[in-house]
């Protein structure tokens, strides 16, 4: 994996991967710490949905919320991470969800295998029917 940012001038930049784009502000829009966030979100996301298909749980959406609590000295690094996962689904399927939630973030997702070192990751479920 190879990615390339330039600076913009001020606080903003650009990166790429392949052919897509996006744009970075650390005042405005996505900052490098938004992104790591909306990083572990995707990443478990991902993993969340093919799992959930490959046990043929049906559901017809998926949110993911994450906030953290940040250290209060610089450098400032995310000390705990809470993920809130929202699902329309059957509450039958709890036990099959929280699976698949509990596979992606202790087996499959690196990204949060790697904020792990640093960062306790906490999670709830929401399902709405």
């Known amino acids: 994996?190879?990615?390339t940012t330039i600076w913009?001038?001020?606080r903003e930049y650009d990166s790429?991967?392949?052919?897509?784009?996006?744009?970075l502000h650390s005042g405005v829009g996505f900052g490098p710490k938004a992104l790591l966030l909306t990083g572990l979100a995707g990443c478990s996301g991902i993993d969340v949905v093919e799992?959930?298909?490959k046990m043929r749980v049906p559901?017809?959406?998926?949110?993911?919320?994450?906030?953290?609590?940040?250290?209060?000295d610089h450098p400032?690094?995310?000390?705990?991470?809470?993920?809130?996962y929202k699902l329309q689904a059957d509450e039958g399927n709890r036990e099959k969800i929280r699976k698949a939630i509990d596979l992606s973030l202790e087996k499959y997702c690196g990204v949060a295998a790697?904020?792990?070192?640093?960062?306790?990751?906490?999670?709830d479920l929401i399902i709405t029917e």
């Open 1 to 3: 994996m190879k990615t």
């Open 8 to 10: 913009k001038g001020g």
């Open 16 to 23: 790429f991967q392949n052919n897509a784009k996006i744009s």
């Open 51 to 53: 799992i959930l298909e």
């Open 59 to 72: 559901f017809a959406s998926l949110e993911i919320d994450a906030e953290v609590e940040q250290t209060e």
């Open 76 to 84: 400032k690094v995310f000390k705990t991470i809470h993920l809130i």
């Open 114 to 123: 790697m904020l792990k070192k640093n960062s306790d990751i906490q999670y």
